[in-house]
Nanobody, 119 residues
Framework: QVQLVESGGGLVQAGGSLRLSCAAS??????????VGWYHQAPGNRRELVAK???????FYADSVKGRFTISESRAENTVFLQMNNLKPEDTGVYYC???????????WGQGTQVTVSS
């Protein structure tokens, strides 16, 4: 079972940037895994998918982050990144990464990484 570990969160002022990393213990795109997504859970809210990169390198972004966040991958490093620019206070929360099969998210949730954006 491939494990994912999120890192890179922190405290930043509005307008600032952070780069999150999702490091896998093995090959990310293997078997039934078709994509990796980054999820955002704001305080008191459910987790929401904000960005996803697929095995064919295509990407998806939620409207709330389009033009500000960029998802990328390094197959050599078994890592998926989320570059977050022009951060807003509403981006505050815990960010998680998750592998996806064609049926949806696969496996258990990790610890996530906390992002706090001050106004």
């Amino acid at each position: 079972q491939v494990q994912l570990v999120e890192s890179g969160g922190g405290l930043v002022q509005a307008g600032g940037s952070l780069r999150l990393s999702c490091a896998a213990s093995g090959n990310i795109f293997v078997g039934v895994i078709e994509a990796v997504g980054w999820y955002h859970q704001a305080p008191g809210n459910r987790r929401e998918l904000v960005a996803k990169v697929s095995d064919d390198h295509s990407t998806f972004y939620a409207d709330s982050v389009k033009g500000r966040f960029t998802i990328s991958e390094s197959r050599a490093e078994n890592t998926v990144f989320l570059q977050m620019n022009n951060l807003k206070p509403e981006d505050t929360g815990v960010y998680y990464c998750k592998r996806h099969s064609e049926l949806g998210p696969v496996g258990s949730w990790g610890q996530g990484t906390q992002v706090t954006v001050s106004s």
